[in-house]
């Protein structure tokens, strides 16, 4: 059950950092963990919450006051759905300029998972093709403009009424997931990302030319099982650090990476989004407008 209430203020450990936090992130990992899906030991009450934007109020390192900050929080540790959360100030990013906090929230873990997941753990190359899979989501939508950007050919599967905004994110060819067989629309990709797990998972391996390789997020702490022995299957680890927060801002700051569409609720509804996400069908992010 999530509730909304009052916790003291968090105080910060040696090389912790407060942040006053402006907006946070709704992520499919947050009803996960909620659910027990993800087998960590959580003490309660427990704060969800990934990642946000905000202003710091207590430095550490080269922060002071009144920097404005992006990051993304540890896990089990969590702690973003607050109005004030402490974090080592090693993973936490300066915030972009021109972006807002609500738009630097939707953005810093989607934007980490995408980045690890191509460039470090599938290793996408300019002339390959990749097949993202669930593509109007978050993680998704920053892959597709982040393989793009590379130079990849990418394809990509959303429902029909998202086609025209995942071609906008940079996709070269988007099919219709509720109407066509994927299997027997692609073939011969040299990666998959996926982020939509279950039995998707599994025939993804189908469109890989002998030699690819699939990275799947959606499918348990782990890689999940091959049917095939001649094709690599992968589970990104997405490690939290300043220098790939920074890239992260950099890529949405210099319009390489377009932001997400976003839906706001106020902190308080939380639980309102929660249900959003769980249906699974969201474009875009969900975005909790904390200050």
């Known amino acids: 059950m999530l509730e909304y209430g009052e916790l003291p203020d968090p105080a910060p450990a040696a090389g912790e950092v407060v942040v006053e936090v402006h907006a946070a992130s709704v992520n499919a990992a947050d009803w996960k963990m909620r659910a027990g899906q993800y087998g960590a030991s959580i003490t309660f009450p427990h704060v969800p919450g990934r990642d946000f934007s905000g202003v710091i109020v207590e430095g550490a390192g080269d922060f002071k006051p009144g920097d404005a900050v992006f990051g993304v929080c540890e896990v089990p540790r969590e702690g973003a759905y607050a109005e004030r959360l402490a974090i080592r100030q090693a993973i936490v990013a300066r915030k972009p300029d ?15 998972t995408a980045l690890i997941s191509l460039e470090e753990t599938l290793k996408l ?45 940079g996709a070269d060819e988007a099919i219709d997931y509720r109407a066509q067989d994927f299997t027997k629309a692609v073939s011969g990709c040299d990666a998959v990302f996926d982020t939509v797990g279950g039995e998707v998972t599994q025939r993804s391996f189908a469109v890989l030319r002998p030699g690819g390789r699939l990275a799947s997020i959606a499918a348990g702490g782990a ?9 690599t299957s992968l589970r990104p680890k997405v490690d939290r650090d300043r220098p790939r927060l920074e890239r992260v801002g950099m890529l949405v700051a210099d319009g390489i990476v377009p932001f997400p569409e976003i839906r706001e609720y106020p902190l308080a509804k939380a639980a309102d989004a929660h249900r959003v996400s769980e249906a699974r069908h969201l474009r875009g992010k969900l975005v909790l407008r904390v200050r």
Do not use: W
């Open 98 to 112: 021109k972006p807002s906090h609500v738009q630097c929230a939707a953005i810093a873990l989607a934007g980490l």
């Open 223 to 231: 890689a999940p099982p091959s049917p095939r022995a001649d094709v």
């Open 125 to 169: 190359e300019r002339g390959e093709t990749i097949l993202v899979q669930g593509g109007a989501g978050g993680v998704a939508g920053f892959a597709i403009a982040l393989a793009k950007h590379i130079g990849a050919r990418v394809i990509t599967t959303a429902s029909a009424a998202n086609h025209a905004y995942v071609r906008a994110l």
